[in-house]
T-cell receptor
Framework: AQKVTQAQTEISVVEKEDVTLDCVYE???????LFWYKQPPSGELVFLIR??????QNEISGRYSWNFQKSTSSFNFTITASQVVDSAVYFC??????????FGTGTRLQVTL | GAGVSQSPSNKVTEKGKDVELRCDPI?????LYWYRQSLGQGLEFLIY????????KSGLPSDRFSAERTGGSVSTLTIQRTQQEDSAVYLC?????????????FGEGSRLTVL
């Protein structure tokens, strides 16, 4: 069975601080995909990134970066120089041989001025 | 529109009534998913359709829940004899391939309140 754990329920930072959102996954599949989604106050989930299990190369996209480590089953997400517009709930998710996406419980990020 | 469309956006019903929630996926997307998000909770998988294959119903919480997808496009999620614990936001998503490497596009959800 797949499981995604986001231990941080809520994080509060001041604008311009860096923040890392943790994600730990469990799976017996050798091929799997990991995702991060953002859910702003409007409610619609927005896809941020997808990684496959064979590609541990870290990725950077603007202020966003992702650190995938199979050794610790983690796929952490860092926002550099956070902004108020980053305030949202962030979900880590996983698929394996079954196509359904299993989500973590989410981390609510609050960025204040 | 270009995105996933869901209706109604809000539904208030009385306990015991049946409700239908509709999802119109992005044109050409073969895979369609229903998720449920209770207040302050994560997303709970309900059901998944991929093309003409039998749907994966493993997430449906009870036999009061059912879903169908007609013509490989529009999907309807039906909840019979609603209970208060059914109150949640029901999210629909579609993806182009249905392979587990596909990006899911979500609708804005249907908020169901059972009184």
């Amino acid at each position: 069975a797949q499981k995604v754990t986001q231990a941080q329920t809520e994080i509060s930072v001041v604008e311009k601080e860096d923040v890392t959102l943790d994600c730990v996954y469990e799976t017996r599949d050798t091929t799997y995909y990991l995702f991060w989604y953002k859910q702003p106050p409007s409610g619609e989930l927005v896809f941020l990134i997808r990684r496959n299990s064979f590609d541990e190369q870290n990725e950077i996209s603007g202020r966003y970066s992702w650190n995938f480590q199979k050794s610790t089953s983690s796929f952490n997400f860092t926002i550099t120089a956070s902004q108020v517009v980053d305030s949202a709930v962030y979900f880590c998710a996983q698929t394996g041989t079954a196509s359904k996406l299993t989500f973590g419980t989410g981390t609510r990020l609050q960025v204040t001025l | 529109g270009a995105g996933v469309s869901q209706s109604p956006s809000n539904k208030v019903t009385e306990k015991g009534k049946d409700v239908e929630l509709r999802c119109d996926p992005i044109s050409g997307h073969t895979a369609l998913y229903w998720y449920r998000q209770s207040l302050g909770q994560g997303l709970e998988f309900l059901i998944y359709f991929q093309g003409n294959s039998a749907p994966d119903k493993s997430g449906l919480p009870s036999d009061r829940f059912s879903a169908e997808r007609t013509g490989g496009s529009v999907s309807t999620l039906t909840i019979q004899r609603t209970q208060q614990e059914d109150s949640a936001v029901y999210l629909c998503a579609s993806s182009q391939t249905g392979n587990n490497n596909g990006e899911l596009f979500f609708g804005e959800g249907s908020r169901l309140t059972v009184l």
